[in-house]
C-alpha cells in the first residue's frame, strides 16, 4: 500500500463482525500502553494527526502508523482528542479491575471490607465512565458527584443488604454478592454519569460523518449497550472464580497460604480480565447505528425534510 493513501482513520479489521472488533479491542486495551510516558504517547498523536494532514514523515513505514493508531485509540478520546487520564483508560481496566475485584472477591465477610471495596469500585467506575463517555454532551461538577453518590449508595445498599441476607445462605451465595452489587451498580452508574446525554440527546450524524441533530433515544441505546458490556466483562470472574476458589480451599495446601489466597484471586481475575476487556467492548460497534425511523418524531421529520430517503440510518459513538 502506498503511504501517501493510507487511512489512518479506516479501522484495520472489520468493525462490522464480532472477530473483527475483537481484534481491535485486544490491540487497544493492551494493558502495556498504559505503562508509556506521555512523551511517547503524544509522539504518536503528532504522527496520527500528520498522516491526517497527508503529511507522513519520510521513512515512515505501514506498521509505525498502526501502532501510532493503536497508541492513539488507546489513550486518546474519539470526540477531543484529549489525552485521557490514565485509570480511566480502556488499557488501564487489566491491572485495575483485577486488583479491585480480587480484594472484593477476597474479603466478602464483614460489612467493612464489603463496604470499603465497594467503594474503591464505584470510585473506579465512576471514574472510567466519566473518562469514556460521549464528550459532546458536558457534565457538570454537580451531576458528577450526584451520579458518583447515586451509584456507590446503590452498590453499599445493595452490597450489605445481601451480605446480611445471605448470612444463613450456602457459602457459595454469599461469594456472589460482590457480582450483584458489582451489576446493580452499573446500572445505575453509568446511566447517571451520561445523564446529559439521556437529557438532551447524543450527536447523530449520517454514514459520511455530516451532523443531523441530537436524539436521546440514540443515547439511550448506546449507554444500554454499555451498561450490557460493563456487566458482561465482570460476570465470568465474579461468578466462575467463587466457584473455582470454594473448590481449592477444601485442600489442605490452600488452607495452610491462606495468606496468598488474596493475590492468587487477584492473578486469576487478571486472567479472566486479559480476554473479556476486549471481548465484553466487542460485543456492539463503536460506530453505533440506530434506524431513522425509530428516532423521535421531530428529528426524523428534520432528517427526512433535509435528506429524504437517502438515509436511512444515523450513526453516534456510544462511548465505552
Known sequence: MALSSFDIDAPRWDQSTFMGRLKYFFSVTDCRTALLPDSRLDEAKALVESCRAGSIPPGTTEEQLYFAKKLYDSAFHPDTGDRMNLIGRMSFQVPGGMAITGAMLQFYKTVPAV???????????????????????PITPKQIGIAYATATSTALATAVGLNLYTKKAPPLVARWVPFAAVAAANCVNIPMMRQQEILNGIAVTDENGNKLGHSTKAAVKGITQVVVSRITMAAPGMIILPIIMQRLERYKFMQRITFLHAPIQVMM?????????????????????????????????????QCGDSVQYVYFNKGL
Open 115 to 137: 463496604v470499603f471495596w465497594q467503594w474503591v469500585n464505584q470510585s473506579f467506575n465512576a471514574l472510567v465512565n466519566y473518562t469514556n463517555r460521549n464528550a459532546a454532551s
Open 269 to 305: 481475575v487478571g486472567m479472566f480480565l486479559v480476554f473479556m476487556v476486549p471481548a465484553a467492548c466487542s460485543l456492539f460497534p463503536q460506530r453505533c447505528s440506530i434506524a431513522v425511523s425509530k428516532l423521535e418524531p421531530e428529528l426524523r421529520d428534520s432528517i427526512v425534510s
